[in-house]
């Protein structure tokens, strides 16, 4: 089964906009918390990550919102421009070292 | 980026015959994983491996074995190739960098069976 859910499975949004993507998960052994980008053709690169002790993280125009009780984590992306159209996943991380992704999000920006 | 390679890149199979797909890395990782990645599910894991010859099962692992005689090397096997096994599958590595852990990717490997 799915061990973190993501939403929407795709997402428009005009340049200078601030896109949303939402995950939720159920499993609260769960300690790390990673954003990963993934353009056409190439595997998926970190972009941000946090960890349950916090409840938000910047990176530049990237921000990941926390919410422990909610079981529910964000990326919010500042001032979007076009070269941010890819394909986001969040993750969730056990202390095994193993990552289960959601089913990604395509963002795209427009000029 | 991380020293991490996967080879095939392309592979066009028949249905029925073995493949073994093949991750190289240079960074000396414990970890390694194979990721299928298909349209609507995301990126699934398959096998993962957390020291030479200790492998463990993911959760789509049916139809897929892996072994790992050196800590460089993770290899993918098909032993008999189907029609829902035509995917792209990832390569990954784990480590600890600026205090955080982190999965680097291969490039991926697109795999068609036929």
């Known amino acids: 089964q799915q061990q973190v859910k993501q939403s929407p499975q795709s997402l428009i949004v005009q340049k200078g906009g601030i896109p949303i993507i939402n995950c939720a998960y159920e499993?609260?052994?769960?300690?790390?918390f990673p954003w990963y980008q993934q353009f056409p053709g190439k595997g998926p690169a970190l972009l941000i990550a946090?960890?349950?002790?916090?409840s938000e993280k910047k990176e530049g125009r990237f921000t990941i919102s926390f919410n422990k009780s909610a079981k529910q984590f964000s990326l919010h992306i500042m001032d979007s421009q076009p070269g941010d159209s890819a394909t986001y996943f969040c993750?969730?991380?056990?202390?095994?070292?193993?990552?289960?992704f959601g089913t990604g999000t395509r963002l795209t920006v427009i000029p | 980026d991380a020293g991490i390679t996967q080879s095939p890149r392309h592979k066009v199979t028949e249905t029925g015959t073995p493949v073994t797909l093949r991750c190289h890395q240079t960074?000396?990782?414990?970890?390694m994983y194979w990721y299928r990645q298909d349209p609507g599910h995301g990126l699934r894991l398959i096998h993962y491996?957390?020291?030479?010859?200790?492998?463990d099962k993911g959760e789509v692992s049916d139809g897929y074995s892996v072994s790992r005689s050196k800590t460089e090397d993770f290899l993918l096997t098909l032993e008999s190739a189907t029609s829902s096994q035509t995917s792209v599958y990832f390569c990954?590595?784990?480590?600890?960098?600026?205090?955080?852990?982190?999965?680097?990717f291969g490039q991926g490997t697109r795999l068609t069976v036929v």
């Open positions: 990954a590595i784990s480590g600890r960098r600026g205090g955080n852990t982190e999965a680097f």
């Open positions: 499993n609260t052994a769960f300690d790390y």
């Open positions: 946090i960890r349950p002790d916090v």
């Open positions: 993750a969730v991380y056990t202390g095994a070292n193993n990552l289960f």
């Open positions: 960074e000396n990782h414990r970890y």
């Open positions: 491996s957390y020291g030479v010859k200790d492998t």
